[in-house]
Structures are given as structure tokens and as C-alpha cells.
């Protein structure tokens, strides 16, 4: 850097510095004079700098673009904070964040941000924070489940979510592709059977050496980690209980919330008592048998599909519809495929109690289930019970009713603004405890990012939760970007859609004479908007990988005309997204004559 850039910035950082309020102005600017009307109204001493009137006020500004991430002005500072133009005072003013940055001279935090959550968004948020200069600590504690499991740092999804299930989706595939490869040519005379034993352990020695990385960054990047509960028990203080009952009290400038969701009991006899959740199920030291797999949501069909995978006696029990929230279509085919390949289905039933008939590693249970409709009861017996009814966020007991943040009384979500920001204006939350947000580890991922940039680093690049990929990993998977054809349809009226789709024979299946016609892509088109693509839904092998690179597609604004004129690369699957011709409103026949 040159000498006198250096300088100039010394001396901005130093008016910063010496000044309560310090506002880099232009005497004509009326956003300046609305800004120092501000502080005028609120008596408060200010300093302003007027560029405009300085002969290198134009460096001025760069510097501070440099610095900040803003060139405009007002560029307001109080208490050494950045606090931005125009709109972001008059803001803060309206929220109260104002008051407290000026109440704040002279006060002292332990940290300048504290993180409540140690899974994907809340490390993601807390290294940015570390590599942009501040002090960080991050306080993470599992509480185990009824059944005692518990786990190390990383979250859901390291532990107990993608990473094992993926895994273990991965190892009823092998098993399928076992069955296959005699069709191939490949020969092999002895018996082929699954050991659970040997599948648990690698999973969750990977797991483990996950675990032991996230520790290593955090200390890399010197992020503080607490393995401890922790709760607030006034503004900007929490207090931290470790698992050996120790309380230590932190204090910092600001929170961020990402403590996840845990999975909800159903609140019937013996649920707690004699069931598992996902949260057992992967790193279950038995291999769980005849299994009732109680939900209809995306964890209940990927983990009774793969537990059907690895050859176990699997029924699955669906209050109503199945994957409730994704496009109901690609949900029932993704369900009719699983049951044509030996998953039962009971529908329309919910479990009114379970009970033990015999201990054991699996024991024997009784589950005792009524029809939705009607008085209708039936009962079975059962190795292992399963329950996948949804999760509930882990909000109520970190103290948020003594800091006054807002909840939604039904189900523990936090709303937030468009930068994750609960009405506490010092505390901001993300990932799966937000209201009306996606669910996905991906997306507080990035969420956890571009809020650190945004508090510490100047950035004003916000998350985007339009078209988000995702994919669930039934025994055939399913990838979805965008909306839902049902979803479509309310927003735009099916008059103005138009509804592309296509059954599908991938080559690999080809040779073993399997699932012909099983595989189905669709996209939604909106009429109104030159065809634009606004729903991708793909049901067939890798959905994940297919569904990903659609997604920037959909990111960019693609066309139906645009993907009619990208050439296909055959033979694979996601070619068919190049080919596709049948209209819904034309009725004509989607089965494919060949691959």
C-alpha cells in the first residue's frame, strides 16, 4: 500500500476513534442533513467531515469504500461501529439499536460475538466473524435423547443428518448394484448379506473424524468453543452450564441464534420410552430389524428407504400426504416406486400407543394404531419403531422471553428481517429455527457467512432463499428447484403455466431389465414471463448432482427456449431436460420407447 494511502487511513481510523458519532458528509448531500438532523434531535454531539469542501475528499471516499464496503455518503460511525448511510440510521433509530450504540461508550464485552449453536451455519458465521479480526466464541451442547445418544460439534447434519444418512442411502444402492451386476457380466458364486456392525462403525468413524476438524478450525481460526448450554439471563449475557454442572457468565456485543431443531415425539404412551429418532437411528449398535417407520416426511422415506435397502422388513405409517411442502406428484411417484420395491405403506393411521413386549437389542413392540378417519384400530409387532413426525426448534429453554426476542408460540420459529435480524436488535438468528425459511444446511451455511460479512466486514450482500436446490434421497431420489406445480398453480393460475414432463429408462437400468418408465422429469414454465423456468423436478439416479447444475440455470433466469437449445450430453439422465416436448395441457403419452 502506498505511504500516503496508509496515511489517509490512519487518520480516518483515528477521527473514528476520537469521535462518539462521526459522520463522513457532503454540506449539499440532503441524506447528510437528514442523518445530522438526527443527532441534532437527539442532542448528541457529533463530527462531521464534508468531502465535498476537502481538496482529497474524493480519496476520502475511496479509502472509506475500501474500508467499509461503502463509497456513498453519509457514512455514519458511532462508537467506533459502523453503522452505514441514510436508510441504515434511520433504521437503527426506529429499532432502538441507535440508543444502545450511543449508550454503549465505554462499555466492554467479552466477545463482539458470541454464537449459540456449533452446526454447519453457526461455525460457518463464527470463522467469517474470526477471519474478519473480531473475537468469537461459539457455545454448542447436545442434549441427548431419551435414548442417550449424543454427539460432538458440527450439528445435525454432520452427525446426525446428510452426512450419515447419505452414507447409509449409499450402502443400500451397493446392494442394489450387487443385484445388477450379474446382468453386466459380473460372476460371483457366494452369499451376499449386509453387516449393520461393520456399516455403523465406518459411518460414524468418518463422523468422528469430522467432529475432531470442526475443533481444529475453529482453534485455526481462534473461534473460543464452549461444549455448554447456554442461556440469557440479561441483555448481552448468557449464562454457559458445561456438562459437569459449571456456570460461567459471557457477555458480548452481539448473539447470533443457531441452535437447529431436534425431532418431535409423538406424545403417546411409550414413545419416548421405547422409540428412536434419526438422532438414534445412526449409530444404532443393533441392527434394527422389522422397523415401523412412523411420518410421511423427507427423513421417514429416506430412512425407511434405505433401511428397506439393506433387505429389513420396512412399513411405513402416513397420517396424510406424503413430503407435505415438496411438488405432490413427484412425492407420490417417489412413494409408489418405494412401495413396488417392498416398503408397505399404512395410511391414513396414527399411533395411539407402543409398548414393550420384549426387551432386546432389537426387543419386540406392540404399536396400536387408529384410522384417521373412522374408528378403525389395528395393531403390529415390531422390532424397531422409528418416529419421523418433523422437528421442533430448540428455542425455549435459551432464555429469548428474558431478551424479549419474538417467537412464534406454535412451533419455536424465530421471524426475522432480510438480514436475519430479530426484533433484538443486537441478536440475529439463522438456519432451521427460522420462520418460513428453508430448512437445509447449504443455506445457513451461507446465511451464517453473509451475516458476519454484513456486521463485521461492511458487506451489504444479503441471502437469497429463491431457488434453492434440494434433493431427498429416496430409493429414488428426487431433486427439486423452485416451486411446486401445486404451488405454481396458486400463485399464477394454471392458465398461465405451461407444464413440460417426461417419463424416463436410464441406460444403467437397461441391461437388468428394471424400472422402465419409473424415472420422471418435469419443469414449470410461466407463460407470462417468456416460459421462464420457475419449477425443476427430476425423480431418477443422482438427483442431486442433476438438480444442482439446473439450479444456477434457474438462478440466471432460464428459458424454455434456452434449455431446448442446450445441447444434451448422451447418455445420461439429465439430457432429458434438453428434450422435453409433451405438455400437461396437451395429454399426450410421456412413456419413453427407449433410453
Not at 473 to 493: H, K, M, N, Q, W
Request: hydrophobic share 35%; net charge negative.
Amino acid at each position: 500500500m502506498p505511504p500516503v494511502e496508509n496515511d489517509l487511513k490512519k487518520r480516518i481510523k483515528q477521527l473514528i476513534d476520537s469521535n462518539q458519532v462521526m459522520v463522513f458528509s457532503k454540506s449539499y448531500c440532503p441524506y447528510c442533513l437528514q442523518v445530522k438532523d438526527i443527532f441534532k434531535e437527539l442532542q448528541v454531539e457529533y463530527n462531521a467531515l464534508e468531502l465535498d469542501l476537502m481538496e482529497d475528499g474524493k480519496n476520502y471516499q475511496e479509502t472509506l469504500l475500501e474500508m467499509t464496503g461503502q463509497k456513498s455518503v453519509p457514512n455514519v460511525f458511532i462508537n467506533k461501529t459502523h453503522v452505514g448511510g441514510c436508510d441504515k440510521t434511520m433504521q437503527a433509530r426506529k429499532d432502538g439499536s441507535l440508543q444502545q450504540l450511543l449508550n454503549g461508550a465505554g462499555e466492554t464485552y467479552d466477545y463482539d460475538l458470541i454464537v449459540l449453536g456449533g452446526g454447519s451455519g453457526g461455525l460457518a458465521c463464527s470463522k467469517e466473524a474470526a477471519t474478519l479480526g473480531k473475537k468469537v466464541m461459539v457455545l454448542d451442547y447436545v442434549v441427548p435423547t431419551p435414548k442417550g445418544t449424543s454427539w460432538g460439534l458440527g450439528g445435525t447434519c454432520v452427525n446426525v443428518g446428510c452426512i450419515p444418512k447419505k452414507l447409509m442411502h449409499q450402502t443400500a444402492l451397493l446392494g442394489v448394484a450387487m443385484k445388477d451386476a450379474r446382468k453386466f457380466g459380473w460372476e460371483f458364486d457366494e452369499s451376499v448379506k449386509h453387516n449393520w456392525e461393520t456399516m455403523k462403525t465406518a459411518v460414524n468413524d468418518h463422523i468422528g473424524s469430522l467432529n475432531w476438524g470442526y475443533r481444529v478450525a475453529l482453534r485455526d481460526k481462534k473461534v473460543e468453543y464452549g461444549n455448554a448450554f447456554a442461556e440469557f439471563i440479561e441483555p448481552h449475557k448468557v449464562k454457559a452450564v458445561c456438562r459437569q454442572g459449571k456456570e460461567t457468565i459471557y457477555t458480548a456485543d452481539k448473539f447470533v441464534l443457531a441452535t437447529g431443531e431436534r425431532p418431535r415425539y409423538l406424545g403417546v404412551p411409550g414413545d419416548k420410552e421405547y422409540c428412536i429418532t434419526s438422532d438414534d437411528l445412526f449409530s444404532l449398535p443393533y441392527c434394527p430389524g422389522k422397523t415401523l417407520v412412523i411420518g410421511a416426511s423427507y427423513v421417514a422415506l429416506e430412512c425407511g428407504g434405505f433401511l428397506a435397502g439393506l433387505g429389513l422388513d420396512v412399513t411405513i405409517m402416513v397420517r396424510s400426504i406424503l413430503l407435505r411442502g415438496f411438488d405432490q406428484e413427484m412425492a407420490n411417484r417417489a412413494g409408489e416406486y418405494m412401495q413396488d420395491h417392498g416398503v408397505k405403506f399404512l395410511h391414513k393411521r396414527v399411533p395411539t400407543s407402543i409398548e414393550e413386549l420384549e426387551a432386546g437389542s432389537p426387543g419386540r413392540l406392540k404399536v396400536t394404531a387408529k384410522a384417521t378417519e373412522g374408528d378403525d384400530i389395528i395393531e403390529g409387532e415390531y422390532n424397531t419403531v422409528l418416529i419421523a413426525v418433523g422437528r421442533d426448534a430448540c428455542t425455549e429453554k435459551i432464555g429469548l422471553d428474558v431478551v424479549g426476542v419474538k417467537v412464534n408460540p406454535k412451533n419455536g420459529k424465530i421471524p426475522v428481517t432480510d438480514e436475519e435480524q430479530t426484533n433484538v436488535p443486537y441478536i440475529y438468528a439463522i438456519g432451521d429455527i427460522l420462520e418460513d425459511k428453508w430448512e437445509l444446511t447449504p443455506v445457513a451455511i451461507q446465511a451464517g457467512k453473509l451475516l458476519a460479512r454484513r456486521l463485521f466486514g461492511g458487506s451489504k450482500v444479503k441471502c437469497d432463499y429463491v431457488n434453492v436446490p434440494t434433493t431427498v434421497f429416496t430409493p429414488l431420489e428426487y431433486g427439486a428447484c423452485g416451486l411446486s406445480e401445486d404451488r405454481a398453480v396458486a400463485i399464477y393460475g394454471g392458465d398461465n403455466l405451461e407444464v413440460y414432463h417426461s417419463l424416463f429408462w436410464p441406460l444403467e437400468f437397461t441391461l437388468p431389465q428394471r424400472d422402465n418408465n419409473k424415472c420422471f422429469a418435469k419443469i414449470i414454465c410461466n407463460k407470462l414471463d417468456g416460459d421462464r423456468v420457475i419449477g425443476f423436478h427430476y425423480l431418477g439416479p443422482n438427483a442431486g448432482e442433476v438438480t444442482q447444475g439446473f439450479s444456477a440455470a434457474m438462478k440466471c433466469g432460464v428459458t424454455k427456449e434456452q434449455l431446448d437449445g442446450t445441447i444434451g450430453i448422451h447418455p445420461t439422465c439429465a439430457e432429458i431436460f434438453t428434450t422435453l416436448e409433451v405438455t400437461k395441457s396437451s395429454g399426450g403419452s410421456i412413456a419413453q420407447a427407449g433410453c
